[in-house]
């Protein structure tokens, strides 16, 4: 095996781990509104999201097409002469992501995976290429637009959505309202879980691609490969069935006290924003559309608790997730570059950072022990013990 195909096998795999983490970091943007209310039991919801967030990322490639050739301006690159250096570009890129999805995992904020991995690979082609290296008019308009649109739609419409709900059932008796309501919420979450595989997978495709064009096995005019479309679906499917936790009880019982109703009017409007990005190629962030709909959901019902605190904490952890993975991915391609500069390689530098990786992640899961969320405890009351484990 030479060395080019061992540089690529681990850039494939540390991109299926980052699928693998956009899975379960995002599952209770699809989820958590149904556990939270027992329209679905916790092992329960996350089987279903994960199915379905297998279908959808088979039923759309145009947010892929966005990540991989919208981003990093590969005419900067001639690729027959230097893709080993597009090679550690998307890999430390990669690597930027990951972090940064378990560091805001462990204690709890449903920061944006999305703007993880775009921030890994801007920081990583900022250090590599300089700022013509990305291409900015399709960060702004594809991405940096809807992170700041997309929450605010989200909670208009979900806002109205529940004001509307409420406003036709109140005639109904709350039993029987509860009761209709957790069927609905079982169809609207299952519809935003199959959204989310519309997006959200295909960002590591695009990835990927990146990378197949870089060893020079695939032209950057072909068509994504099959065996990348299902290797996304599966990794990021893997990811939702072993279920993120702490974050499905921040978004569940942090932000607001969901009832049924709210419940179908925040995952419906979430599914519609979603779903209608998918057509046009807009990698938005699902967290930022979840999270808004959880909060106009709030503010649609009278009466409505909402935990500002809380809500600020996660618009914190959006506008600094961008530039903090930009740092980790400039930061890693400079380890990575300077040893393989250093040693007259292609691979050395790669290994390495591929270690601390792995070495970084078992120190995260480790102290993730500490103070473990699981299915048995997602669903207890928000006290002021959860706040600091979510601050």
């Given at each position: 095996?030479?060395?080019?195909?061992?540089?690529?096998?681990?850039?494939?795999?540390?991109?299926?781990?980052?699928?693998?983490?956009?899975?379960?970091?995002?599952?209770?943007?699809?989820?958590?509104?149904?556990?939270?209310?027992?329209?679905?039991?916790?092992?329960t919801?996350?089987?279903?999201?994960?199915?379905l967030?297998?279908?959808?990322?088979?039923?759309?490639v145009?947010v892929?097409?966005?990540?991989?050739?919208?981003?990093?301006?590969?005419?900067?690159?001639?690729?027959?002469?230097?893709?080993?250096?597009?090679?550690?570009?998307?890999?430390?890129?990669l690597?930027?992501?990951?972090?940064?999805?378990?560091?805001?995992?462990?204690?709890?904020?449903?920061?944006?995976?999305?703007?993880?991995?775009?921030?890994?690979?801007?920081?990583?082609?900022?250090?590599?290429?300089?700022?013509?290296?990305v291409?900015?008019?399709?960060?702004?308009?594809?991405?940096?637009?809807?992170?700041?649109?997309?929450?605010?739609?989200?909670?208009?419409?979900?806002?109205?959505?529940?004001?509307?709900?409420?406003?036709?059932?109140?005639?109904?008796?709350?039993?029987r309202?509860?009761?209709t309501?957790?069927?609905?919420?079982?169809?609207?979450?299952?519809?935003?879980?199959?959204?989310?595989g519309?997006?959200?997978?295909?960002?590591?495709?695009?990835?990927?691609?990146?990378?197949?064009?870089a060893?020079?096995?695939?032209?950057?005019?072909?068509?994504?490969?099959?065996w990348?479309?299902?290797?996304?679906?599966?990794?990021?499917a893997?990811?939702?069935?072993?279920g993120?936790?702490?974050?499905?009880?921040?978004?569940?019982?942090?932000?607001?006290?969901?009832?049924?109703?709210?419940?179908?009017?925040?995952?419906?409007?979430?599914?519609?924003?979603i779903?209608?990005?998918?057509?046009?190629?807009?990698?938005?962030?699902?967290?930022?559309?979840a999270?808004?709909?959880?909060?106009?959901?709030?503010?649609?019902?009278?009466?409505?608790?909402?935990?500002?605190?809380v809500a600020?904490?996660?618009?914190?952890?959006?506008?600094?997730?961008?530039?903090?993975?930009?740092?980790?991915?400039?930061?890693?391609?400079?380890?990575?570059?300077g040893l393989?500069?250093?040693?007259?390689?292609?691979?050395?530098?790669?290994?390495?950072?591929?270690?601390?990786?792995?070495?970084?992640?078992?120190?995260?899961?480790?102290?993730?022990?500490?103070?473990?969320?699981?299915?048995?405890?997602?669903?207890?009351?928000?006290?002021?013990?959860?706040?600091?484990?979510?601050?």
């Amino acid at each position: 095996m030479t060395t080019e195909l061992i540089v690529l096998v681990i850039v494939v795999l540390t991109a299926l781990a980052f699928d693998f983490t956009n899975g379960f970091h995002d599952t209770g943007n699809a989820m958590a509104t149904s556990i939270a209310t027992g329209a679905l039991k916790p092992k329960t919801a996350v089987a279903l999201s994960a199915s379905l967030n297998l279908v959808g990322a088979f039923l759309s490639v145009e947010v892929a097409k966005t990540v991989g050739k919208g981003l990093v301006n590969l005419d900067q690159i001639d690729i027959s002469q230097d893709g080993s250096g597009l090679m550690l570009i998307v890999f430390t890129g990669l690597v930027g992501g990951i972090l940064w999805n378990l560091l805001t995992w462990l204690v709890g904020l449903p920061s944006s995976s999305s703007h993880a991995l775009f921030g890994g690979l801007i920081g990583s082609a900022l250090a590599a290429l300089g700022f013509s290296g990305v291409q900015w008019a399709g960060v702004f308009s594809k991405i940096v637009i809807p992170a700041v649109m997309s929450p605010v739609i989200a909670a208009f419409v979900s806002c109205i959505g529940t004001w509307l709900v409420y406003r036709i059932a109140a005639p109904v008796s709350d039993e029987r309202k509860h009761r209709t309501f957790r069927w609905g919420q079982v169809g609207t979450a299952s519809l935003m879980s199959l959204a989310h595989g519309t997006n959200d997978a295909q960002k590591t495709m695009g990835v990927i691609f990146l990378a197949l064009v870089a060893s020079g096995a695939v032209n950057e005019s072909d068509s994504i490969p099959f065996w990348v479309k299902a290797a996304c679906a599966i990794a990021i499917a893997l990811g939702t069935w072993l279920g993120g936790w702490r974050i499905i009880r921040t978004l569940g019982k942090g932000i607001v006290e969901v009832d049924t109703p709210q419940g179908v009017a925040a995952d419906g409007a979430s599914a519609a924003i979603i779903l209608t990005s998918s057509h046009f190629g807009m990698a938005l962030s699902t967290t930022h559309v979840a999270t808004g709909s959880i909060l106009g959901s709030g503010l649609g019902r009278k009466g409505a608790q909402v935990r500002w605190g809380v809500a600020g904490r996660m618009v914190l952890a959006w506008v600094i997730t961008l530039p903090a993975a930009s740092v980790i991915g400039a930061v890693t391609w400079l380890i990575g570059a300077g040893l393989n500069t250093l040693t007259g390689t292609h691979f050395v530098g790669e290994l390495v950072v591929f270690g601390l990786l792995c070495l970084f992640s078992f120190i995260i899961w480790r102290r993730s022990k500490h103070d473990d969320v699981s299915a048995d405890s997602v669903t207890d009351d928000w006290d002021e013990k959860s706040q600091k484990v979510s601050a």
